[in-house]
């Protein structure tokens, strides 16, 4: 049973993305056959999923979402932003009760109220139109509703078959009959048919008719009255409601005062902005942080890892008897086998752990969509070549940086659209997010074609907020000024907008980035756009240290930073205002002693103590150890929590032996 | 061991699916997702059934069905959602050639789809023991106007049929070929989910001469009426007179694990009915009918069953011959014919 829950939270996750992506194609292309297609098999499989596994009421919401949409697909309702509103927040809804089921294996949310809107949103119309409610407040759908036929005209047969055991079967045919009659077109029945067929009605029910405008409402009466199973029938002409159609082409907003029906998210879009902001900004909250928390693992892949498991086991039998033999010779050879076959069995397990892009920005359209729709910006979000893979803990990592670049770029990259036109580019801006493979890296790229930074801006920030002197800036070139933005506590923006929060700035996502051996780049235009590079490992970072000891301590340095290992009894060392230098090629290298630097007490100064110099372009700087102890390569894991950003620490490595070494960020030593 | 192959676009049914037959012992022998996958498990696999769900992405269920059967006839079970067009879709798969159909929950009743397990399983093990030589010979076969002369059937003649797996067509065949002239009382049991007896009910009506509907409580059933049994309830005939039988529901527990039983009815019908009475069993895995059918003999009834060579599942008829209570056993193309031969001349 838990498999199954798992199945089914993993497979209404992917279908809860891939609904809402296809909402977004169907909300830009109302007419595209594809999308609706996509939404229409999507909700109808999130609806089973639910009904089989017996959440009833996460599959009444469905069902209602699934009903909307096949009205829409059959061209009775059309694709409004109210009614795509109200589509998307039924989506979120159910995305919150899969997450209830995942936590607690059943949905606590109750969707009474949503499923009344979707379903107000359906029928409202007939309903209202035929009880109490005033003519004026009929909703769009019926004007849909008649106008889509050209000629022909509407009649609504108010059919009663009477209230018994057998009304739901009479009913049926009564309908079945109805489909088939020449002379007119069942357009919809109220309540709707399933509702019907399950009994869900009191003897009465709307049929809704479409027939060839001469004729008038008499043939339909006669039709019903024939019928054995109908008891009494009533024919209106549905016409009548095209007198309120003038008056419903003002927008519906303008008067949500008396209705009662009135779908919460179609009702207030103008008047509300705060509690729509908030809402809309939590929801896209909830969306984020969300960690790739499973995988699904290719059966082949696991195989491979099973026989090359067992190869190792096997070698290492051999290894034990060679060695109890004591031929070393062949002992070393065997250990080659060794190395070479566990060597490829890490490649497989990281392999495994690799997901696609896709993973962690699937859901970025959509937030792209409510946050422009929150700031009247219009924005055209394309992504591209996120099915390359990364792995799964780096991917983790990423995923709020990304969110946090993509806002930024809807946020202070793309330009109202009026802005826009007066720049004289298209209304509608773009953001591409653009996943790239090379070799061992993956490239994210995230453009747009907005304002560009402004370098000017830039600057006077850094100034103002200490980062440098007016001196310092003023010899920056371009690049250098961008990279100003990435400084703790850097922000141009004078406020931090509700959008934007979290208190994220690009420091921070400097700091991830970094933290799992990547690099970003920034470039920009002034008005002709933006774009944000990051540069990342495809896999975990596999580094070859070389390990340094200071007293009894031992830690690691990225062998990739370091230029030269010294005697110290070889260097020439003076010492300028209290600080060591060590002079190389006419550069000036301050020493630093990691006995010092790291608090270690008991490390004794010896003339045979070593001196490691760093990469100039990594850091001009000399490092002074007890002594160098050898290399190896190994898998650098980033601090998380409190110990995260300690200076001069990377990481934390283990060691075959279980033994835990430190890894040195000399950047920040 | 029973050999199974699962098409189903859900990958949530998918493992429900498998893990509810695995447990029963039968052997999933491959689980995919699409239709144009399903067309080639089945005939790559060979497998002994296989569950074809109506949605599917490239090709639908209904479009796998008619491939395969074209290809090489397989029993295959629908897995079939009750809402929207559900019901009508399954019979039209049905007519394509699948032999039997799974009702998923709707989610409507709360209700998850592990109560159905057992009807799950059996329903697969049913369709599991069709004969596929029988599968071909009346797929999408039009229905035969009455052929049947019935001019010495006597007035308030009543005929109680129950059938099973692969009987739909059968019964829709026999009720098509009864003439209407006989003004036949029918009551018709077949074991099927509650929500679709009521649409196989008006494809009766709509494709044979006889009204016929979907039996409800306290119903009466007259001339030239024909009533199928409520799914999830029993149907009992409670009396005979003015030319019209009484029936009842009754939800009592189910008997040999179904509900409507062919039992229930043709016992109630044994002890109810005064005038001639004919008693049939068709296609179907189990024993229901059988007792049923010596209720009637020993009532002075008339009972046939459907024969081995053209029974898909050649349970139920069989249990019956075995009692040796059976009058004729007959092939599908003449059981009309032989329920109207039995009540010709009616003597009592």
């Given amino acids: ?669 | 061991m029973v050999r199974a192959v699962i098409a189903d676009d859900s990958g949530v049914m998918r493992e429900i699916l498998s893990e509810i037959l695995t447990a029963a012992g039968i052997d999933v022998v491959e689980a995919v997702e699409d239709g144009t996958s399903a067309v080639r498990a089945i005939l790559e696999r060979d497998p002994d059934v296989a569950t074809i769900d109506i949605s599917m992405p490239d090709k639908n269920g209904l479009e796998v069905i008619e491939e395969v059967m074209a290809e090489r006839p397989t029993p295959m079970l629908v897995i079939s959602a009750r809402a929207n067009d559900g019901a009508s879709e399954t019979f039209e798969a049905l007519d394509r050639g699948a032999v039997d159909f799974i009702a998923k929950p709707s989610g409507q009743l709360s209700v998850d789809i592990w109560s159905q397990r057992d009807e799950i399983v059996e329903k697969v093990r049913a369709a599991a023991a069709v004969d596929p030589t029988t599968l071909t010979q009346d797929a999408g076969a039009e229905p035969v106007q009455s052929t049947v002369p019935a001019d010495r059937v006597p007035d308030g003649s009543t005929v109680v049929i129950g059938s099973s797996t692969g009987g739909p067509q059968v019964l829709e065949r026999v009720l098509a070929e009864l003439p209407r002239e006989a003004k036949l009382r029918i009551l018709i049991v077949q074991h099927m989910t509650d929500h679709y007896t009521g649409r196989f009910a008006m494809r009766l009506n709509e494709r044979t001469a006889y009204e016929c509907r979907e039996a409800s409580d306290g119903d009466t059933v007259g001339a030239g009426d024909a009533v199928v049994a409520k799914g999830g309830r029993h149907l009992e005939v409670t009396a005979d007179r003015d030319g019209e039988l009484a029936v009842a529901h009754d939800d009592g527990p189910k008997i040999h694990n179904v509900k409507p039983a062919i039992d229930v009815t043709m016992r109630s019908a044994a002890e109810a009915v005064s005038g001639p009475l004919v008693g049939a069993v068709f296609t179907g895995m189990g024993a229901d009918g059988a007792a049923g059918l010596s209720a009637i003999k020993a009532a002075g009834g008339k009972t046939i069953a459907q024969d081995e060579e053209t029974s898909r599942v050649f349970g139920m008829p069989g249990r019956a011959v075995e009692t040796g209570d059976v009058d004729m056993v007959l092939p599908e193309e003449r059981l009309a014919e032989g329920i109207v031969n039995a009540l010709d001349g009616w003597s009592g």
């Fill in chain 1, 1 to 669: 049973m838990s498999d199954a829950i798992t199945t089914f939270v993993h497979e209404s996750e992917e279908d809860i993305q891939k609904l809402n992506n296809a909402l977004l194609d169907l909300e830009n292309d109302p007419d595209g056959n594809e999308a609706i297609e996509t939404v229409f098999r999507v909700a109808h499989n999130l609806k089973g999923n639910f009904g089989i596994m017996g959440f009833a009421t996460a599959s009444e919401l469905s069902h209602a979402v699934e009903d909307l949409l096949d009205q829409i697909r059959d061209g009775r309702l059309e694709v409004t932003s109210e009614r795509m509103d109200l589509v998307f927040e039924a989506v979120d809804q159910i995305e919150l009760m899969v997450d209830e089921i995942a936590e607690n294996g059943e949905p606590t949310t109750d969707p009474a109220e949503t499923i009344e809107s979707i379903r107000a949103s359906i029928d409202g119309e007939s309903a209202q139109a035929a009880t109490e409610q005033p003519a004026a407040n009929s909703a769009t759908a019926v004007d849909d509703a008649a106008d889509d036929d050209d000629g022909r005209s509407r009649y609504r047969a108010t059919v009663d078959v009477g209230e018994t055991d057998a009304k739901r079967v009479d009913a049926m045919f009564v309908l079945d009959a109805t489909g088939d009659a020449d002379a007119f077109e069942l357009v919809r029945t109220v309540p709707d048919r399933d509702a019907i067929e399950d009994g869900e009605f009191d003897g009465t029910f709307d049929v809704e008719l479409a027939v060839d405008a001469d004729d008038d409402g008499d043939e339909i009466a006669s039709f019903y009255e024939e019928s054995r199973y109908v008891e009494s029938v009533a024919v209106d002409s549905v016409a009548d409601a095209t007198e309120t159609e003038t008056a419903d082409e003002m927008p519906a907003q303008t008067d949500d005062s008396g209705v009662e029906t009135a779908p919460d998210a179609s009702g207030d879009d103008g008047d509300d902005d705060t509690d729509e902001s908030k809402s809309e900004d939590a929801s896209i909250a909830s969306r984020r942080n969300k960690e790739v928390e499973s995988i699904r693992v290719d059966v082949e892949q696991v195989d491979r890892l099973y026989n090359q498991v067992e190869e190792m086991v096997t070698s290492r039998i051999k290894l034990r008897k060679i060695i109890k033999g004591s031929g070393l010779v062949s002992a070393e050879e065997e250990l080659e086998e060794h190395g070479k076959i566990t060597s490829s069995l890490q490649d497989t397990v990281l392999e495994i752990r690799l997901v696609p892009l896709e993973k962690i920005v699937g859901n970025f359209p959509r937030v792209v969509r409510d946050l422009a729709r929150d700031q009247g910006k219009e924005i055209d979000f394309e992504m591209e070549g996120v099915d390359n893979e990364m792995d799964r803990s780096i991917l983790n990592e990423l995923s709020d940086p990304l969110m946090h670049i993509i806002r930024n770029a809807v946020d202070h990259g793309i330009e109202p659209p009026a802005v826009r036109e007066e720049k004289g580019k298209p209304r509608e801006g773009t953001i591409r997010l653009t996943g790239e493979r090379e070799r061992d890296r993956v490239s994210i790229t995230v453009e747009d074609d907005g304002a560009g930074l402004d370098v000017e801006r830039i600057k006077e920030k850094a100034v103002e907020k200490g980062i440098m002197t007016q001196e310092e800036i003023d010899v920056l070139d371009e690049s250098e000024v961008y990279d100003l933005i990435f400084h703790p506590g850097f922000s141009t923006r004078d406020e931090v907008t509700e959008v934007s929060g979290r208190g994220v700035g690009m420091d921070v996502v400097n700091e991830v980035v970094r933290g799992v051996d990547g690099t970003i780049n920034v470039e920009s235009e002034p008005d002709e756009g933006t774009s944000v590079t990051l540069t990342l490992p495809v896999s975990v970072a596999i580094v070859r240290v070389l390990f340094v000891t200071i007293g009894d301590e031992t830690y690691g340095i990225p062998i990739k930073n370091i230029d030269e290992i010294s005697e110290l009894e070889d260097l020439t060392i003076e010492t300028i205002e209290g600080q060591e230098i060590i002079t190389h090629d006419d550069r000036v290298y301050p020493l630093i002693a990691l006995d010092d630097t790291l608090d270690v007490g008991d490390a004794e100064r010896d003339d045979d103590d070593m001196v490691i110099r760093i990469k100039t372009d990594v850091r001009q700087v000399c490092i002074r150890c007890s002594d160098v102890v050898g290399q190896e390569e190994v898998v650098i894991k980033p601090f998380e929590g409190i110990l995260s950003g300690a200076p001069g620490i990377s990481g934390a490595s283990v060691l075959g032996e279980g033994e835990v070494v430190m890894i040195l960020d000399v950047e920040t030593l």
